[in-house]
C-alpha cells in the first residue's frame, strides 16, 4: 500500500459511524477495492483519538479468515485524518441482509445463519485468544462476502484485557 489518500478513487460512501465515514475505494494503481474509514482527528477527545489508533494496532496485529483484513493506515493532512484501508465486504453485512429479507417478508434458511454464526464465533475465538475483547458486537459489525464468508469488523471500541476475560 502506498499510504495517501489520491492514491484511491472513492466510488461511493458506505455508511457513517460516530466518528468516521466508511467508503468502498478502488486503488488507482491496480484497480483492487478496499473500504476506507476516514477518521477526522481534529474532532475528537484524546479517549477517541486512542480509541481509532488502537483499532489500527488491533486491525493489524490479527491475520484470521474470520475478521476483516487490515491493508494500510495514513494520515490525510488535507483533512486532518485518519484513514484506515481494509478489505472490502462485497456483500454488504448481516443487518443489511436481515432488512433485506424483512422487507421481502421472507426467512433466511437456517443452514446460512449457521454457516455465519460458526465463522463468527471463530473469529471471536481468534481474537479473545489475543485477550481482545470486541465490545460492539451487532449484526452492522459482521461484514459478508459473495461467497457467504462472514468477518468480525469495527474493533473501534475493543479492549485489550490484561488479566483474564471476563464477561457480563
Known amino acids: 500500500m502506498s499510504g495517501k489518500l489520491s492514491d484511491f478513487s472513492i466510488i461511493k460512501k458506505l455508511g457513517d459511524g460516530a466518528y468516521s465515514s466508511v467508503f468502498k475505494v478502488k486503488r488507482n494503481d491496480d ?7 476516514k477518521v477526522n482527528m481534529i474532532s475528537l477527545s484524546e479517549k477517541e483519538r486512542e480509541n481509532a489508533l488502537n483499532e489500527i494496532r488491533i486491525l493489524a496485529s490479527i491475520d484470521h479468515p474470520n ?4 491493508k494500510d493506515a495514513f494520515i490525510d493532512e488535507a483533512t ?17 441482509k436481515i432488512c433485506n429479507y424483512q ?9 446460512k445463519i449457521w454457516y455465519v454464526f460458526i465463522q463468527i464465533v471463530r473469529g471471536l475465538r481468534a481474537i479473545h485468544l489475543r485477550k481482545i475483547l470486541h465490545r460492539d458486537m451487532k449484526s452492522a459489525n459482521i461484514f459478508l462476502f ?8 469495527d474493533l473501534n471500541v475493543s479492549k485489550i484485557v490484561k ?6
Open 163 to 168: 488479566k483474564g476475560l471476563s464477561y457480563t
Open 31 to 37: 484497480s483492487e477495492f478496499y473500504s476506507l474509514k
Open 103 to 111: 422487507k421481502r417478508e421472507t426467512y433466511i434458511k437456517e443452514k
Open 67 to 70: 475478521v476483516i483484513g487490515y
Open 146 to 153: 459473495k461467497d457467504m464468508q462472514a468477518k468480525l469488523g
Open 80 to 96: 486532518s485524518s485518519l484513514c484506515m484501508v481494509m478489505e472490502y465486504a462485497d456483500n454488504g453485512d448481516v443487518f443489511q
